[in-house]
């Protein structure tokens, strides 16, 4: 069936690097896109989101970039922080205000 | 502004016992919807309600599992004789309407069934 899934399990970066976390879709008829961070023992916190009318968009130290192409989407993280050490995951929609379909998430995990 | 709220946080029950999982949406949302997630594992969809109305419930098990989100009150996700496969972190989600896409997220109810 259609899924959304991650390249990577695991990340590991340095304080002060940028991240990039990756994410592949399967369903050509997606056509919104989130980036959630999800800490430990919590739900999943919005952080950015992006229309298939887009190939880009900004948000505060947070980039997502959609490539339709190939159908892929990944979300930069400027000057990564600790406080950013969480799990991420790309969630699709397909047009109605329904169910969104997760990836499996990546760790992130910011070392001084 | 009160965010999504869950009630509670961690319940254990017993194997062939029920749990009442409670979902109180943000001020203003009328649409909630319910995921399940095992540990190390993505978020799956599993009902989509409007008030006193189910619009998706595509990832609902077809037996035990039922949720309601009735004219006053939380949305309630049940799950009769609860076996342990159904232990996992339920959440649920809630958005301002059909025309937004943007769903809030709750804290989440850790179920552990014994």
């Known amino acids: 069936g259609e899924s959304v899934g991650l390249h990577l399990p695991t990340l590991s970066v340095q304080e002060g690097d940028n991240s990039i976390i990756n994410c592949a879709y399967s369903?050509?008829?997606?056509?919104?896109f989130i980036w959630y961070k999800q800490e430990s023992g919590k739900g999943p916190q919005f952080i950015i989101d992006i229309r298939s009318n887009m190939d880009k968009r900004q948000g505060q130290r947070v980039t997502v970039l959609l490539n339709k192409t190939v159908k892929h989407l990944s979300l930069q993280i400027a000057a990564t922080q600790p406080g950013d050490s969480a799990v991420y995951f790309c969630a699709e929609n397909t047009g109605t205000a329904s169910k969104l379909t997760f990836g499996t998430g990546t760790r992130l995990q910011v070392t001084l | 502004n009160a965010g999504v709220m869950q009630n509670p946080r961690h319940l254990v029950r017993r194997r062939g016992q029920e749990a009442r999982l409670r979902c109180s949406p943000m001020k203003g949302h009328s649409h909630v919807y319910w995921y399940r997630q095992l540990p190390e594992e993505g978020l799956k969809f599993m009902v989509y309600?409007?008030?006193?109305?189910?619009?998706?419930e595509s990832g609902m098990p077809k037996e035990r599992f039922s949720a309601e989100f009735p004219k006053e009150g939380p949305s309630i996700l049940r799950i009769q004789q609860v076996v342990r496969g159904d232990s996992a972190a339920y959440f649920c989600?809630?958005?301002?309407?059909?025309?937004?896409?943007?769903?809030?997220f709750g804290p989440g109810t850790r179920l552990t069934v014994t």
């Open positions: 989600a809630s958005s301002r309407g059909s025309l937004t896409y943007e769903q809030y």
């Open positions: 369903n050509s008829a997606s056509d919104y």
């Open positions: 309600l409007q008030k006193e109305n189910i619009i998706d």
